[in-house]
């Protein structure tokens, strides 16, 4: 669980802004958004490796 303690005459916004912070520092977000819906194992395999085959690929160029 992520808390935000709020300060004493602190704005609403920057203890917002700190909690956003750590939300995505955690990756809550990120995998809330993973879990929305189901993806098939064989689709995420091959989105791993079309990731997997473009990283390969650009560093070659770079080079």
């Known amino acids: 669980m992520i808390r935000v303690t709020i300060k004493e005459n602190e704005p609403i916004d920057k203890a917002l802004k ?3 912070k ?3 520092k955690a990756g809550v977000i990120k995998e ?8 098939k ?6 989105t791993a ?4 085959i473009y990283r390969q690929h650009f560093i070659e160029e770079q080079e």
């Open 18 to 20: 700190r909690f956003k």
């Open 41 to 46: 194992d064989s689709v995420t395999k091959r």
């Open 32 to 39: 809330y958004r993973n879990r929305q819906f189901f993806v």
């Open 22 to 24: 750590k939300l995505e």
């Open 49 to 52: 490796i079309g990731k997997a």
